[in-house]
């Protein structure tokens, strides 16, 4: 199983502020890689695939880049609505795809 | 647009059988993957397994195989989660999720989600 492992576990930021979420794969995963983020009471929502590509509607102020064993996601300005709960997950190994634990975005 | 709607939410005693549902609209059904993702109270999420319903392949992730059932009704865009037995672990809430992919197989990522079901398992 490849395990996915995300750091920080929490990150405390203030509006405005960039910050980036990190995300490591025990092995190289090419760019099977999403992130989402989940606000309390709520479903996931797709926020990247393909490592980089933001999904249909999600504000360019998201962007993920990486490949291999090494991703991150950064908010280049913070909202107050980014703070979230943020998982990554690996889509390479079919059919056993993993999230990481998930980093969760407080207000600073 | 692509909607995904779930049962609702169920409590259930130790030992009871169970099947959740998630109903698609606003794209092919027969033509998409649905996968089934857990979230145990206050935890993170956990891949449970995939199907496509058009044939109704199911693939398990290793931690959920045996333990529940992915099933899928193409006549009426529905697909389903079921458990045999609960235990109290089984407490969770469950997505489904509509997959994309690039067009390769076996390379899936969960772009529609449903509300999600709530399963209190408690004696």
């Known amino acids: 199983e490849i395990v996915m492992t995300q750091s920080p576990a929490t990150l405390s930021v203030s509006p405005g502020e960039r910050t980036t979420l990190s995300c490591r794969a025990s092995?190289?995963?090419?760019?099977?890689l999403a992130w989402y983020q989940q606000k309390p009471g709520q479903a996931p929502r797709l926020l990247i695939y393909?490592?980089?590509t933001r999904a249909t509607g999600i504000p360019a102020r998201f962007s993920g880049s990486g490949s291999g064993t090494e991703f991150t996601l950064t908010i280049s300005s913070l909202q107050s609505e980014d703070f979230a709960v943020y998982y990554c997950q690996q889509y390479n190994n079919w059919p056993s795809y993993t999230f990481g634990q998930g980093t969760k975005l407080e207000i600073k | 647009e692509v909607q995904l709607v779930q049962s609702g939410a169920e409590v259930k005693k130790p030992g009871e059988s169970l099947k959740i549902s998630c109903e698609g609209s606003g794209y092919s059904f027969s033509t998409s993957w649905i996968g089934w993702v857990r979230q145990m109270p206050g935890k993170g999420l956990e891949w449970m397994g995939i199907?496509?319903?058009?044939?109704?392949?199911?693939t398990y992730s290793p931690s959920f195989q045996g333990q529940v059932t992915i099933s899928a009704d193409k006549s009426i865009s529905t697909a389903y989660l079921r458990w045999s037995s609960l235990k109290a672990s089984d407490t969770a809430m469950y997505y489904c999720?509509?997959?994309?992919?690039?067009?390769?197989?076996?390379?899936?990522?969960?772009?529609?989600w449903g509300q999600g079901t709530l399963v209190t398992v408690s004696s």
């Open positions: 999720a509509r997959a994309s992919g690039t067009g390769s197989y076996g390379y899936y990522y969960l772009e529609y």
């Open positions: 092995q190289s995963i090419s760019s099977n």
């Open positions: 199907i496509f319903p058009g044939d109704s392949e199911t």
């Open positions: 393909g490592a980089s």
